[in-house]
């Protein structure tokens, strides 16, 4: 198993958390939703706070569960907030395949650390490939649509399940 690193002077933006968000509270800029290729928008199971069960990919309506704060770290590199408060997880750092491990994410941090870290690379059509503290990128498996086993973090290269569009100021 990788070791973990403590990541050294995080940058808070300063945005509230969205623990009990709904349609008539204030629009937050550095809060967004994550849409897969297939549209489908990601879902922190529960709000986050999960080790097993954790990410889906079937929602086709954003709520609470699927706004994610960005909390900026440093270039480029956020942490990703939950309604509940916790931060979603790479197991690992990275690296891993929902076959032999079905929850690569978790969302049950509770402070930023190098497995807390993602990188937001924009490809120029308004999609971004998520890159991970190890170097490798998120898939959504399939493309989106599913319940069990939604991401893998073992991905070299970014193609078209790699590649996510984010609504932001929700």
């Known amino acids: 198993m990788k070791?973990?690193?403590?990541?050294?002077?995080?940058?808070?933006?300063?945005?509230?958390?969205?623990?009990n968000a709904g349609p008539a509270?204030?629009?937050?800029?550095?809060?967004?939703?994550?849409?897969?290729a297939t549209g489908n928008y990601i879902t922190a199971v529960s709000g986050g706070g999960r080790e097993t069960g954790v990410m889906h990919t079937d929602a086709t309506t954003p709520?609470?569960?699927?706004?994610?704060?960005?909390?900026?770290?440093?270039?480029?590199?956020?942490?990703?907030?939950?309604?509940?408060?916790?931060?979603?997880?790479?197991?690992?750092?990275?690296?891993?395949?929902?076959?032999?491990?079905?929850?690569?994410?978790?969302?049950?941090a509770t402070?930023?650390?190098?497995?807390?870290?993602?990188q937001f690379n924009p490809d120029g059509t308004g999609k971004y490939s998520i890159r991970l503290f190890d170097g490798h990128y998120l898939s959504a498996v399939g493309g989106g649509r599913r319940t069990i086993g939604a991401f893998d973090s073992d991905k070299n290269q970014p193609g078209a399940n790699e590649k996510f569009t984010l609504r932001c100021n929700v």
């Open 25 to 36: 509270q204030a629009a937050d800029p550095n809060t967004c939703f994550i849409r897969s």
């Open 111 to 118: 402070r930023l650390q190098s497995w807390e870290m993602f």
């Open 63 to 108: 709520s609470t569960w699927e706004r994610f704060t960005f909390v900026g770290i440093s270039s480029n590199w956020y942490g990703l907030k939950t309604s509940t408060g916790n931060y979603l997880t790479a197991v690992n750092g990275g690296g891993l395949n929902s076959i032999t491990v079905p929850d690569v994410l978790h969302t049950n």
């Open 3 to 19: 070791t973990r690193t403590a990541v050294v002077g995080i940058l808070f933006t300063g945005a509230a958390v969205l623990a």
